[in-house]
């Protein structure tokens, strides 16, 4: 267990990673998570495969990682992974997604199981800094705020278009910290 971090001990985290490419930050994310003694449960969005696989995430998180609602003969039961969880991180939080959890659209698993989660919410965005500060997104972060949900801040620096400036997600370690203070 990392030192500091005793509040995430035995709390089940679902982690949901969604198309961005802040989704590398999630290999560190998730194995900060299970150092600091949390249960990690990862669902994907199919555009979150293009930035990080599957088998660095089931590897660290030590679980199967879900991306689709089934697959071969088998149902992933996006009711019980949102009833499982403790908290439920959506880390990277794109634009696109942002968009679908503000209109309640369900086109995806990670959607699937947000609209059924039972446990808090909390969203680390990640997005270019014109993205960010286009008023589509704020109204967007503004919803789902008043769904409840938890919103850590965007840091900061290097963006992935060169630029410089806001709209880069919270580094995992940052990220850690903040849910630790949550619990």
Not at 30 to 52: C, H, N, Q, S, W
């Amino acid at each position: 267990m990392i030192a500091g971090f005793f509040m995430l001990q035995n709390k089940k985290i679902l982690l949901g990673i969604s198309g961005s490419i802040a989704a590398y930050k999630t290999a560190v994310l998730t194995r900060l998570l299970v150092k600091a003694g949390a249960e990690v449960r990862i669902v994907m969005t199919p555009a979150a495969k293009d930035f990080v696989t599957p088998l660095t995430l089931s590897t660290l998180s030590r679980n199967p990682v879900l991306a689709d609602l089934t697959e071969n003969d088998s149902w992933a039961n996006h009711v019980m992974l949102g009833r499982w969880a403790d908290v439920m991180l959506v880390a990277p939080l794109s634009c696109n997604t942002l968009a679908k959890m503000a209109s309640g659209s369900c086109d995806n698993l990670l959607m699937a199981v947000y609209l059924s989660a039972t446990c808090p919410v909390v969203v680390a965005p990640a997005m270019d800094e014109d993205m960010w500060f286009h008023g589509s997104t704020k109204r967007n972060l503004e919803t789902i705020k008043g769904f409840n949900n938890h919103i850590i801040p965007v840091e900061n620096g290097d963006l992935a278009s060169g630029l410089t400036g806001e709209g880069r997600m919270a580094e995992p370690e940052t990220i850690v910290q903040w849910l630790n203070g949550f619990f």
